[in-house]
Protein backbone atom coordinates (compact mmCIF):
# COMPACT_ATOMS: atom_id res chain seq x y z
CA UNK A 1 0.00 0.00 0.00
CA UNK A 2 1.52 3.10 -0.94
CA UNK A 3 2.10 6.06 1.79
CA UNK A 4 -0.01 8.04 0.34
CA UNK A 5 -2.99 5.76 0.42
CA UNK A 6 -2.32 5.04 3.94
CA UNK A 7 -2.50 8.93 4.88
CA UNK A 8 -5.51 9.37 2.74
CA UNK A 9 -7.25 6.46 5.10
CA UNK A 10 -6.14 7.96 8.07
CA UNK A 11 -7.49 11.21 7.43
CA UNK A 12 -10.61 9.37 6.69
CA UNK A 13 -10.46 7.46 9.71
CA UNK A 14 -10.22 11.26 11.48
CA UNK A 15 -12.90 12.62 9.87
CA UNK A 16 -15.74 10.27 10.78
CA UNK A 17 -14.28 9.90 14.10
CA UNK A 18 -15.36 13.56 14.17
CA UNK A 19 -18.72 13.47 13.09
CA UNK A 20 -19.13 10.25 15.12
CA UNK A 21 -17.79 11.30 18.61
CA UNK A 22 -19.67 14.59 17.96
CA UNK A 23 -23.09 12.86 17.27
CA UNK A 24 -22.72 11.61 20.35
CA UNK A 25 -21.74 14.22 22.39
CA UNK A 26 -25.11 15.37 20.81
CA UNK A 27 -26.93 12.08 22.05
CA UNK A 28 -25.33 12.50 25.69
CA UNK A 29 -26.29 15.86 25.97
CA UNK A 30 -30.11 15.61 25.06
CA UNK A 31 -29.74 12.33 27.02
CA UNK A 32 -28.90 14.81 30.25
CA UNK A 33 -31.31 17.84 29.72
CA UNK A 34 -29.08 19.76 26.38
CA UNK A 35 -25.97 21.13 25.13
CA UNK A 36 -25.50 23.03 28.21
CA UNK A 37 -25.31 20.23 30.19
CA UNK A 38 -21.75 19.19 28.71
CA UNK A 39 -18.52 21.11 30.00
CA UNK A 40 -17.84 21.41 26.19
CA UNK A 41 -19.68 22.01 23.42
CA UNK A 42 -19.96 19.09 21.03
CA UNK A 43 -18.16 20.14 18.36
CA UNK A 44 -14.69 19.83 20.84
CA UNK A 45 -15.50 16.48 21.17
CA UNK A 46 -15.43 15.77 17.53
CA UNK A 47 -11.79 17.72 17.58
CA UNK A 48 -10.21 16.08 20.02
CA UNK A 49 -11.04 12.08 17.86
CA UNK A 50 -9.68 13.60 15.22
CA UNK A 51 -6.63 15.26 17.10
CA UNK A 52 -6.17 11.74 18.47
CA UNK A 53 -6.69 9.85 15.18
CA UNK A 54 -4.32 12.24 13.46
CA UNK A 55 -1.57 13.07 15.60
CA UNK A 56 -0.26 9.39 16.73
CA UNK A 57 -0.41 8.03 13.38
CA UNK A 58 1.26 11.03 11.89
CA UNK A 59 4.26 10.80 14.68
CA UNK A 60 4.62 6.98 14.17
CA UNK A 61 5.25 7.43 10.40
CA UNK A 62 7.61 10.14 10.86
CA UNK A 63 9.70 8.46 13.49
CA UNK A 64 9.23 5.29 11.76
CA UNK A 65 10.53 7.18 8.55
CA UNK A 66 13.59 8.42 10.02
CA UNK A 67 14.91 5.78 10.83
CA UNK A 68 13.93 3.39 8.35
CA UNK A 69 16.25 4.17 5.57
CA UNK A 70 19.08 3.63 7.99
CA UNK A 71 18.23 0.54 9.28
CA UNK A 72 17.59 -0.95 5.67
CA UNK A 73 20.33 -0.24 4.25
CA UNK A 74 22.37 -1.18 7.03
CA UNK A 75 20.64 -4.83 6.70
CA UNK A 76 21.68 -4.24 2.91
CA UNK A 77 25.29 -3.63 3.62
CA UNK A 78 25.50 -6.73 5.49
CA UNK A 79 25.61 -8.77 2.54
CA UNK A 80 28.67 -7.39 1.39
CA UNK A 81 31.62 -9.15 1.59
CA UNK A 82 34.43 -8.94 3.59
CA UNK A 83 37.05 -7.73 0.67
CA UNK A 84 34.71 -5.19 -0.49
CA UNK A 85 34.63 -3.79 3.07
CA UNK A 86 37.72 -3.57 3.20
CA UNK A 87 38.10 -1.43 0.00
CA UNK A 88 36.95 1.44 2.23
CA UNK A 89 33.46 3.64 2.58
CA UNK A 90 33.31 5.32 -0.54
CA UNK A 91 33.27 2.27 -2.43
CA UNK A 92 30.41 0.76 0.11
CA UNK A 93 28.17 4.54 -0.48
CA UNK A 94 28.81 3.95 -4.08
CA UNK A 95 27.20 0.54 -4.33
CA UNK A 96 24.75 1.05 -1.81
CA UNK A 97 23.98 4.37 -4.30
CA UNK A 98 23.68 2.17 -7.59
CA UNK A 99 21.43 -0.22 -5.33
CA UNK A 100 18.84 2.27 -4.59
CA UNK A 101 18.76 3.57 -7.91
CA UNK A 102 18.09 0.13 -8.99
CA UNK A 103 15.04 -0.76 -6.73
CA UNK A 104 14.24 3.02 -7.34
CA UNK A 105 13.46 1.48 -11.32
CA UNK A 106 15.98 4.81 -12.20
CA UNK A 107 18.58 2.49 -13.58
CA UNK A 108 18.65 -1.19 -15.03
CA UNK A 109 20.75 -3.65 -12.99
CA UNK A 110 23.57 -5.56 -14.38
CA UNK A 111 22.51 -9.65 -15.67
CA UNK A 112 26.03 -10.86 -14.23
CA UNK A 113 25.79 -9.15 -10.95
CA UNK A 114 25.27 -11.99 -8.33
CA UNK A 115 25.82 -9.46 -5.32
CA UNK A 116 24.30 -6.77 -6.72
CA UNK A 117 20.81 -8.87 -7.12
CA UNK A 118 20.85 -10.15 -3.95
CA UNK A 119 21.31 -6.93 -2.98
CA UNK A 120 18.69 -5.28 -4.81
CA UNK A 121 15.68 -8.12 -3.86
CA UNK A 122 17.18 -7.70 -0.28
CA UNK A 123 16.18 -3.71 0.07
CA UNK A 124 12.90 -3.63 -2.24
CA UNK A 125 11.87 -6.79 0.22
CA UNK A 126 12.71 -4.74 3.04
CA UNK A 127 11.20 -1.55 1.93
CA UNK A 128 7.73 -3.70 1.20
CA UNK A 129 7.89 -4.78 4.30
CA UNK A 130 8.46 -1.63 5.60
CA UNK A 131 5.89 0.50 4.52
CA UNK A 132 3.09 -2.70 4.92
CA UNK A 133 4.09 -2.81 8.60
CA UNK A 134 4.16 1.02 8.86
CA UNK A 135 0.93 1.90 7.41
CA UNK A 136 -1.00 -1.38 9.86
CA UNK A 137 -0.06 0.54 12.61
CA UNK A 138 -0.42 3.99 11.76
CA UNK A 139 -4.41 2.96 11.16
CA UNK A 140 -4.47 0.91 13.69
CA UNK A 141 -3.15 3.75 16.35
CA UNK A 142 -5.38 5.78 14.31
CA UNK A 143 -8.65 3.65 14.70
CA UNK A 144 -7.59 3.45 18.41
CA UNK A 145 -7.54 6.77 19.31
CA UNK A 146 -10.94 7.69 17.61
CA UNK A 147 -12.18 4.24 19.47
CA UNK A 148 -10.87 6.28 22.84
CA UNK A 149 -12.13 9.49 22.35
CA UNK A 150 -15.68 7.88 21.05
CA UNK A 151 -15.44 5.95 24.80
CA UNK A 152 -14.39 9.39 26.76
CA UNK A 153 -17.35 11.60 25.66
CA UNK A 154 -19.51 12.08 28.95
CA UNK A 155 -20.97 15.50 30.56
CA UNK A 156 -17.88 16.17 32.87
CA UNK A 157 -14.46 15.44 30.30
CA UNK A 158 -12.52 18.71 29.68
CA UNK A 159 -12.88 18.26 25.77
CA UNK A 160 -12.45 21.74 25.35
CA UNK A 161 -9.38 22.40 27.62
CA UNK A 162 -7.60 19.35 26.01
CA UNK A 163 -8.29 21.11 22.22
CA UNK A 164 -7.12 23.73 23.52
CA UNK A 165 -4.25 22.43 24.85
CA UNK A 166 -3.15 21.20 21.77
CA UNK A 167 -3.13 24.06 19.90
CA UNK A 168 -1.43 25.93 22.24
CA UNK A 169 1.34 23.15 21.73
CA UNK A 170 1.20 23.15 18.25
CA UNK A 171 1.43 27.40 18.25
CA UNK A 172 4.39 27.00 20.77
CA UNK A 173 6.22 24.54 17.94
CA UNK A 174 5.34 26.47 15.11
CA UNK A 175 7.08 29.21 16.95
CA UNK A 176 9.92 26.77 17.79
CA UNK A 177 10.72 26.07 14.20
CA UNK A 178 10.86 29.44 13.13
CA UNK A 179 13.29 30.11 16.43
CA UNK A 180 15.04 26.97 15.52
CA UNK A 181 15.44 27.70 11.73
CA UNK A 182 16.90 31.16 12.28
CA UNK A 183 19.06 29.73 15.08
CA UNK A 184 20.52 27.30 12.61
CA UNK A 185 20.81 29.75 9.59
CA UNK A 186 22.96 31.63 12.64
CA UNK A 187 25.33 28.89 13.59
CA UNK A 188 25.65 27.00 9.67
CA UNK A 189 27.02 30.80 9.03
CA UNK A 190 29.29 31.13 11.83
CA UNK A 191 31.09 28.12 11.92
CA UNK A 192 32.06 28.32 8.26
CA UNK A 193 33.22 31.88 9.47
CA UNK A 194 35.42 30.55 11.26
CA UNK A 195 36.98 28.71 9.69
CA UNK A 196 37.36 31.48 6.66
CA UNK A 197 38.96 33.45 9.82
CA UNK A 198 41.31 30.77 10.81
CA UNK A 199 42.68 31.06 7.46
CA UNK A 200 42.28 34.78 6.24
CA UNK A 201 42.74 37.23 9.51
CA UNK A 202 39.90 38.78 10.25
CA UNK A 203 40.84 42.51 10.41
CA UNK A 204 42.58 41.91 6.50
CA UNK A 205 38.45 41.21 5.90
CA UNK A 206 37.38 43.63 7.63
CA UNK A 207 39.89 46.79 6.85
CA UNK A 208 41.33 45.35 3.67
CA UNK A 209 40.75 47.38 0.19
CA UNK A 210 41.30 44.88 -2.57
CA UNK A 211 38.66 42.41 -3.30
CA UNK A 212 40.60 39.50 -5.13
CA UNK A 213 39.53 35.87 -3.89
CA UNK A 214 41.08 34.44 -6.87
CA UNK A 215 42.69 31.45 -5.05
CA UNK A 216 44.03 27.57 -6.04
CA UNK A 217 41.79 24.89 -5.12
CA UNK A 218 44.54 21.70 -5.82
CA UNK A 219 48.36 21.70 -5.34
CA UNK A 220 48.48 21.12 -9.30
CA UNK A 221 46.66 24.67 -9.99
CA UNK A 222 48.98 27.66 -10.35
CA UNK A 223 47.23 30.85 -8.87
CA UNK A 224 47.62 33.76 -6.55
CA UNK A 225 47.34 33.54 -3.01
CA UNK A 226 44.12 36.10 -3.31
CA UNK A 227 42.63 39.36 -1.19
CA UNK A 228 40.51 39.16 0.90
CA UNK A 229 39.36 42.91 1.82
CA UNK A 230 35.99 43.37 2.06
CA UNK A 231 35.50 47.13 2.52
CA UNK A 232 35.04 47.57 -1.41
CA UNK A 233 32.21 44.93 -1.18
CA UNK A 234 30.52 46.91 1.87
CA UNK A 235 31.22 50.19 0.24
CA UNK A 236 29.71 48.93 -3.31
CA UNK A 237 26.32 47.47 -1.15
CA UNK A 238 25.87 50.53 0.92
CA UNK A 239 26.02 52.88 -2.27
CA UNK A 240 23.47 51.21 -4.29
CA UNK A 241 21.14 50.27 -1.49
CA UNK A 242 21.39 54.33 -0.65
CA UNK A 243 20.70 55.27 -4.54
CA UNK A 244 18.20 52.65 -4.08
CA UNK A 245 16.12 54.08 -0.82
CA UNK A 246 17.09 57.99 -1.92
CA UNK A 247 14.61 57.02 -5.09
CA UNK A 248 11.75 54.36 -2.93
CA UNK A 249 11.65 56.20 0.32
CA UNK A 250 10.52 59.67 -1.19
CA UNK A 251 8.09 58.60 -4.14
CA UNK A 252 6.39 55.81 -2.25
CA UNK A 253 5.96 57.81 0.93
CA UNK A 254 4.81 61.17 -1.24
CA UNK A 255 1.96 57.94 -3.25
CA UNK A 256 1.21 56.66 0.06
CA UNK A 257 0.06 60.39 1.63
CA UNK A 258 -1.44 61.01 -1.49
CA UNK A 259 -3.63 57.94 -2.34
CA UNK A 260 -4.94 57.68 1.61
CA UNK A 261 -5.20 61.57 1.71
CA UNK A 262 -6.16 63.04 -1.15
CA UNK A 263 -6.88 60.81 -3.89
CA UNK A 264 -10.63 60.24 -4.75
CA UNK A 265 -11.67 56.19 -4.21
CA UNK A 266 -12.60 55.95 -7.86
CA UNK A 267 -8.41 57.27 -8.79
CA UNK A 268 -7.30 55.06 -5.85
CA UNK A 269 -8.96 51.60 -6.90
CA UNK A 270 -6.92 52.14 -9.85
CA UNK A 271 -3.43 53.56 -8.79
CA UNK A 272 -2.79 51.55 -6.03
CA UNK A 273 -2.99 47.96 -7.75
CA UNK A 274 -1.49 49.54 -10.94
CA UNK A 275 1.66 50.58 -8.66
CA UNK A 276 1.43 47.02 -6.57
CA UNK A 277 1.92 45.60 -10.12
CA UNK A 278 5.83 46.26 -9.81
CA UNK A 279 6.34 44.32 -6.53
CA UNK A 280 5.45 41.05 -9.05
CA UNK A 281 8.06 41.99 -11.97
CA UNK A 282 11.00 39.57 -11.69
CA UNK A 283 14.18 40.62 -10.59
CA UNK A 284 15.36 39.43 -13.60
CA UNK A 285 12.93 42.08 -16.33
CA UNK A 286 14.67 44.96 -13.78
CA UNK A 287 18.07 44.04 -14.73
CA UNK A 288 17.47 43.90 -18.59
CA UNK A 289 15.27 47.29 -17.89
CA UNK A 290 18.47 48.65 -16.46
CA UNK A 291 21.19 46.60 -18.50
CA UNK A 292 19.34 48.01 -22.08
CA UNK A 293 17.75 51.04 -21.15
CA UNK A 294 18.95 52.73 -18.13
CA UNK A 295 22.74 52.34 -18.22
CA UNK A 296 22.92 53.49 -22.42
CA UNK A 297 20.72 56.05 -21.54
CA UNK A 298 22.61 57.40 -18.41
CA UNK A 299 25.91 56.83 -20.57
CA UNK A 300 24.56 59.05 -23.25
CA UNK A 301 23.18 61.98 -20.61
CA UNK A 302 26.55 61.85 -18.95
CA UNK A 303 28.68 62.48 -22.32
CA UNK A 304 26.53 65.03 -23.45
CA UNK A 305 27.51 67.03 -20.38
CA UNK A 306 31.27 65.69 -20.51
CA UNK A 307 30.82 63.11 -17.88
CA UNK A 308 32.24 59.63 -17.70
CA UNK A 309 29.67 56.93 -17.01
CA UNK A 310 31.01 53.37 -17.38
CA UNK A 311 28.30 51.32 -18.99
CA UNK A 312 28.04 49.06 -16.10
CA UNK A 313 27.27 51.75 -13.29
CA UNK A 314 25.97 51.66 -9.46
CA UNK A 315 23.61 54.64 -10.65
CA UNK A 316 21.75 52.60 -13.32
CA UNK A 317 21.32 49.97 -10.65
CA UNK A 318 20.16 51.84 -7.75
CA UNK A 319 17.90 53.46 -9.84
CA UNK A 320 15.80 50.51 -11.11
CA UNK A 321 16.41 49.08 -7.97
CA UNK A 322 14.42 51.88 -6.20
CA UNK A 323 12.14 51.80 -8.94
CA UNK A 324 11.83 48.05 -7.80
CA UNK A 325 10.95 48.51 -4.09
CA UNK A 326 8.77 51.38 -4.38
CA UNK A 327 5.61 49.13 -3.87
CA UNK A 328 7.45 47.51 -0.44
CA UNK A 329 7.17 52.00 0.70
CA UNK A 330 3.98 52.94 -0.65
CA UNK A 331 2.18 49.83 0.27
CA UNK A 332 2.93 49.66 3.73
CA UNK A 333 2.87 53.18 4.31
CA UNK A 334 -0.78 53.29 3.01
CA UNK A 335 -1.70 50.60 5.24
CA UNK A 336 0.01 52.66 8.28
CA UNK A 337 -1.68 55.73 7.21
CA UNK A 338 -5.00 54.41 6.85
CA UNK A 339 -4.93 52.72 10.88
CA UNK A 340 -4.45 56.40 11.83
CA UNK A 341 -7.56 57.01 13.56
CA UNK A 342 -9.94 59.57 11.82
CA UNK A 343 -10.58 60.85 15.15
CA UNK A 344 -6.87 62.83 15.41
CA UNK A 345 -7.28 64.16 12.07
CA UNK A 346 -10.79 65.91 12.95
CA UNK A 347 -8.97 67.00 16.08
CA UNK A 348 -6.09 68.56 14.26
CA UNK A 349 -8.19 70.25 11.66
CA UNK A 350 -10.82 71.27 14.45
CA UNK A 351 -8.14 73.31 16.12
CA UNK A 352 -7.68 75.18 13.03
CA UNK A 353 -4.97 73.33 10.85
CA UNK A 354 -4.66 72.93 7.57
CA UNK A 355 -4.60 69.54 6.06
CA UNK A 356 -1.10 69.36 4.86
CA UNK A 357 -0.40 70.53 8.70
CA UNK A 358 -2.60 67.76 10.18
CA UNK A 359 -0.58 65.42 7.48
CA UNK A 360 2.78 66.84 8.80
CA UNK A 361 2.19 67.40 12.09
CA UNK A 362 -0.15 64.66 13.41
CA UNK A 363 -0.59 61.24 10.72
CA UNK A 364 3.30 60.94 9.61
CA UNK A 365 4.26 60.75 13.37
CA UNK A 366 1.03 58.63 14.39
CA UNK A 367 2.37 56.52 11.76
CA UNK A 368 6.02 56.66 11.49
CA UNK A 369 6.38 53.32 13.40
CA UNK A 370 4.97 51.75 10.53
CA UNK A 371 6.19 53.69 7.92
CA UNK A 372 10.20 52.97 9.55
CA UNK A 373 9.16 49.39 8.99
CA UNK A 374 8.38 49.32 5.53
CA UNK A 375 11.25 51.49 5.21
CA UNK A 376 13.26 49.11 6.37
CA UNK A 377 12.00 46.37 4.72
CA UNK A 378 12.64 48.24 1.52
CA UNK A 379 16.32 48.31 2.61
CA UNK A 380 16.65 44.64 3.61
CA UNK A 381 14.89 44.19 -0.16
CA UNK A 382 17.88 46.26 -1.66
CA UNK A 383 20.94 45.08 0.48
CA UNK A 384 19.75 41.25 -0.62
CA UNK A 385 19.05 42.20 -4.66
CA UNK A 386 21.39 40.06 -6.94
CA UNK A 387 20.12 40.46 -10.35
CA UNK A 388 19.54 43.74 -10.67
CA UNK A 389 23.43 44.24 -9.72
CA UNK A 390 25.19 41.39 -11.84
CA UNK A 391 23.41 42.79 -15.03
CA UNK A 392 23.59 46.76 -14.44
CA UNK A 393 26.44 47.32 -12.02
CA UNK A 394 28.58 44.48 -13.03
CA UNK A 395 31.38 42.18 -10.88
CA UNK A 396 34.23 44.57 -10.21
CA UNK A 397 34.88 45.16 -7.03
CA UNK A 398 35.87 48.97 -6.84
CA UNK A 399 36.54 50.89 -3.98
CA UNK A 400 34.90 54.25 -4.97
CA UNK A 401 31.92 56.48 -3.45
CA UNK A 402 31.25 57.54 -7.39
CA UNK A 403 28.05 56.38 -8.72
CA UNK A 404 29.41 56.65 -12.11
CA UNK A 405 31.74 54.03 -11.49
CA UNK A 406 31.11 49.94 -11.76
CA UNK A 407 30.99 48.59 -8.64
CA UNK A 408 29.37 45.03 -6.95
CA UNK A 409 27.62 43.87 -3.77
CA UNK A 410 27.89 41.19 -0.88
CA UNK A 411 25.34 39.51 -2.56
CA UNK A 412 26.78 39.31 -6.08
CA UNK A 413 30.21 37.83 -4.77
CA UNK A 414 28.34 35.40 -2.71
CA UNK A 415 26.69 33.77 -5.69
CA UNK A 416 30.05 34.40 -7.44
CA UNK A 417 32.33 32.62 -4.97
CA UNK A 418 29.68 29.70 -4.67
CA UNK A 419 28.84 29.13 -8.67
CA UNK A 420 30.69 25.63 -10.06
CA UNK A 421 32.55 23.39 -8.80
CA UNK A 422 34.17 24.69 -5.72
CA UNK A 423 36.55 23.16 -2.29
CA UNK A 424 34.79 24.03 0.23
CA UNK A 425 38.37 24.36 2.49
CA UNK A 426 39.47 26.62 0.81
CA UNK A 427 39.80 30.42 1.39
CA UNK A 428 37.98 31.34 -1.68
CA UNK A 429 34.61 29.15 -1.04
CA UNK A 430 34.49 29.44 2.90
CA UNK A 431 34.62 33.81 2.20
CA UNK A 432 30.81 33.64 0.87
CA UNK A 433 30.40 32.45 4.62
CA UNK A 434 32.04 35.23 6.30
CA UNK A 435 30.10 37.48 3.71
CA UNK A 436 26.78 36.03 4.93
CA UNK A 437 27.77 36.46 8.07
CA UNK A 438 28.67 40.40 7.68
CA UNK A 439 25.83 40.43 5.76
CA UNK A 440 22.86 38.88 8.31
CA UNK A 441 24.79 41.74 11.32
CA UNK A 442 23.89 44.31 9.23
CA UNK A 443 20.20 43.30 8.83
CA UNK A 444 20.35 42.69 12.21
CA UNK A 445 21.90 46.37 13.47
CA UNK A 446 18.71 47.85 11.01
CA UNK A 447 16.20 46.08 12.90
CA UNK A 448 17.56 47.12 15.81
CA UNK A 449 17.33 50.96 14.84
CA UNK A 450 13.69 50.26 13.64
CA UNK A 451 12.85 48.53 16.63
CA UNK A 452 14.30 51.16 18.80
CA UNK A 453 12.48 54.02 16.84
CA UNK A 454 9.09 52.13 16.62
CA UNK A 455 9.03 51.99 20.69
CA UNK A 456 9.80 55.35 20.88
CA UNK A 457 7.26 56.54 18.90
CA UNK A 458 4.58 54.19 19.58
CA UNK A 459 5.29 55.25 23.37
CA UNK A 460 4.69 59.10 22.47
CA UNK A 461 1.39 58.55 20.46
CA UNK A 462 -0.57 55.63 22.48
Known sequence: ???????????????????????RAYSIALKNGGVAKLHSLPLYYGYLAGIWALVPALILLACWSAFENTLINSSVLGLAPADLVAQGEDQMALLLN???????????????????????ARMQSLQGTSLLIKSALAIILAVVGVLWAFKSVNPNYRARIKVEGFVRIA??????????????????VLFESVRFFGKVPISEFMLGTHWSPQTSIREDQVASEGSFGAIPLFLGTLLISAIALIVAVPIGLMSAIYLTEYAKPQVRAFAKPAMEILAGIPTVVYGFFAALTVAPALRG????????VSSESALAAGLVMGVMIIPFVSS???????????TMRDGSLGLGATKSETIRQVVIPAA???????????????IGETMIVVMAAGLAANMTVNPLEAVTTVTVQIVTLLTGDQEFD?????????????????????????????????EQYE
Open 426 to 458: SAKTLAAFALGLMLFITTLVLNVIALHVVRKYR
Open 171 to 188: MLLCASVAVLTTVGIVFS
Open 368 to 382: LPGIVGGVLLAASRA
Open 98 to 120: QVQNIAAGSIEASPDDALQARMV
Open 301 to 308: WGESIGLS
Open 332 to 342: LSDDVLNAVPQ
Open 1 to 23: MPLSNSLLIILAIALIGFFITRQ
